[in-house]
């Protein structure tokens, strides 16, 4: 695998393609949020989420070296770590931002008379903060085990693509496990079951909304084609290597980080989409709460 084209030529391919496309893009989105954002909680979900794939994207030049020098890391045990750490923290940094988008989403459209007397700046702060700090302490493991160990037969010194089987293994065993779990699995139920919930509701409306449930639809696929095929194959990579001794799925999972990555490209066209319809939710939220205080108005007086 460190020799091979597969990760010499093509991941750092893909890293480039990524990097050229991320950066402008997310940057736009930034300055679009922070000039013509009517939505206040929305644009601070999306700025994190962009901030967050433009510090993901600060990683992928390193990385583009490291492969295209046939997978030898120079630049020492630290900067690798600190490398690491970005990398995967900002991976899962965007699950969480697209969950807190999803459940913003699910409150203001599927209960919006709730979601109207939220206090929805302060829990829009509180969330991202939140957010933040767990991928933190999520990360800190990264930095407790060796990441850089040279392979002699090589003559390469390889950073996060060997792990000795160790008491320092056993360690990374069980957080990669959990990772995955609480970074994904978790949001990804959470995600789904919001999304479904906004499309029920939105399909019981006019049909003026099948263009909303079709993109709901998309950011729902584009979600799970990103992320899962990375998680699942990190899971079953650790699971086989722990128990097998063997490590043939890891040059998979290094080619599904590749689709990982293609999520900082997709994300600002997310927030594009969405943003074309934010007149149309300010309309639903407006008809829906009109229509339960009449009802309620109803309900208050008395019979005749």
């Avoid at 600190?82 to 989403?105: A, D, E, K, P, Q």
């Avoid at 392979?151 to 990772?179: G, W």
């Avoid at 970074?183 to 409306?205: A, D």
Wanted: with cysteine.
């Amino acid at each position: 695998y460190l020799t091979s084209q597969l990760s010499t030529m093509l991941i750092p391919a893909v890293y480039i393609i990524v990097t050229v496309l991320a950066v402008p893009l997310n940057i736009i989105i930034l300055c679009m949020l922070f000039r013509h954002s009517g939505y206040v909680c929305t644009a601070i979900f999306y700025a994190n989420l962009a901030i967050s794939d433009l510090l993901f994207c600060i990683t992928l030049p390193f990385k583009i070296v490291y492969h295209l020098h046939g997978n030898n890391w120079m630049l020492g045990e630290t900067v690798c770590k600190i490398i690491t750490i970005n990398f995967y923290g900002n991976m899962y940094c965007s699950v969480l931002f697209l969950m807190c988008i999803s459940i913003n989403r699910y409150m203001a459209i599927v209960h919006p008379f709730i979601y109207r007397h939220l206090p929805k700046q302060t829990y829009t702060v509180l969330g991202c903060i939140l957010v933040w700090v767990i991928i933190f302490i999520f990360m800190i493991p990264f930095s407790l085990v060796k990441q850089q160990f040279q392979i002699p037969k090589a003559n390469v010194t390889t950073c996060h693509d060997v792990l000795h089987r160790n008491e320092q293994f056993y360690f990374s065993f069980h957080h990669q496990i959990l990772m995955p779990v609480f970074g994904f699995l978790i949001p990804l139920v959470v995600t789904t079951f919001c999304y479904i919930s906004i499309i029920r509701t939105l399909n019981q409306y006019e049909e003026k909304w099948f263009w909303y449930i079709k993109i709901t639809a998309l950011v729902l696929i584009i979600f799970t084609v990103c992320f899962t095929p990375s998680n699942v194959i990190l899971i079953t990579h650790f699971f086989y290597y722990y128990t097998t001794n063997n490590d043939i799925f890891y040059k998979h999972y290094t080619v599904s980080l590749c689709l990982t990555s293609l999520s900082c490209c997709l994300n600002p066209f997310l927030y594009y989409l969405m943003s074309r319809f934010g007149n149309k939710f300010n309309s639903y939220q407006q008809c829906t709460l009109g229509v339960k205080t009449d009802m309620d108005t109803h309900a208050q007086k008395p019979s005749s």
